[in-house]
T-cell receptor, first 114, second 115 residues
Framework: AQKVTQAQTEISVVEKEDVTLDCVYETRDTTYYLFWYKQPPSGELVFLIRRNSFDEQNEISGRYSWNFQKSTSSFNFTITASQVVDSAVYFCALSEPGAQKLVFGQGTRLTINP | DAGVIQSPRHEVTEMGQEVTLRCKPISGHDYLFWYRQTMMRGLELLIYFNNNVPIDDSGMPEDRFSAKMPNASFSTLKIQPSEPRDSAVYFC?????????????FGPGTRLTVT
């Protein structure tokens, strides 16, 4: 069965610090997709990134970067030079092709203090 | 382009009443999903549709819950009768087109409170 574990329930850092959110997943499939979503205090879920299991290249988008390592079944998310606006709950999710279902982790609540 | 639209944004009702939540997916998307978010259980998939046909409803908690998608631009999630434990935020999401696109785009959610 598929499972996503976000072991960090809450993280609190001071603005401008770098912070990494961990995500570990379990699946028996060789083909799968991984996602990160952001849920700011306003409540909506915002799509951040999708990565397929055949692409282990790290991705960078501005201050955000993602590190995908199949050997450790991890898909970690790093925010560089964090800002107060980054405060949100971040969810990691997993899906299998054809199934279209997203299995979400429990989320990590990130608080950036000024 | 408009995103996923949900209504109402907030709903307060009394136990035993019927509740209907509504969703308009992104135009052209052919998958529609209903999720429920609670503190205890996190984000749970309730049901999803492909081309208006229900594909997997294994997450629907019980017979009090039903969902329909009469056309490509509208879906409803109905709870009858509602109970206090149904209090949650209900999200609708859509994705498409075809099997190559998997990111789901979420609506703003409906916060349901059953007293």
């Amino acid at each position: 069965a598929q499972k996503v574990t976000q072991a960090q329930t809450e993280i609190s850092v001071v603005e401008k610090e770098d912070v990494t959110l961990d995500c570990v997943y379990e699946t028996r499939d060789t083909t799968y997709y991984l996602f990160w979503y952001k849920q700011p205090p306003s409540g909506e879920l915002v799509f951040l990134i999708r990565r397929n299991s055949f692409d282990e290249q790290n991705e960078i988008s501005g201050r955000y970067s993602w590190n995908f390592q199949k050997s450790t079944s991890s898909f970690n998310f790093t925010i560089t030079a964090s800002q107060v606006v980054d405060s949100a709950v971040y969810f990691c999710a997993l899906s299998e092709p054809g199934a279209q279902k997203l299995v979400f982790g429990q989320g990590t609540r990130l608080t950036i203090n000024p | 382009d408009a995103g996923v639209i949900q209504s109402p944004r907030h709903e307060v009702t009394e136990m035993g009443q019927e509740v209907t939540l509504r969703c308009k997916p992104i135009s052209g998307h052919d998958y529609l999903f209903w999720y429920r978010q609670t503190m205890m259980r996190g984000l749970e998939l309730l049901i999803y549709f492909n081309n208006n046909v229900p594909i997997d409803d294994s997450g629907m908690p019980e017979d009090r819950f039903s969902a329909k998608m009469p056309n490509a631009s509208f879906s409803t999630l109905k709870i009858q009768p509602s109970e206090p434990r149904d209090s949650a935020v209900y999200f609708c999401a859509s994705s498409g087109q075809g099997a190559l696109t998997y990111e789901q785009y979420f609506g703003p959610g409906t916060r349901l409170t059953v007293t």
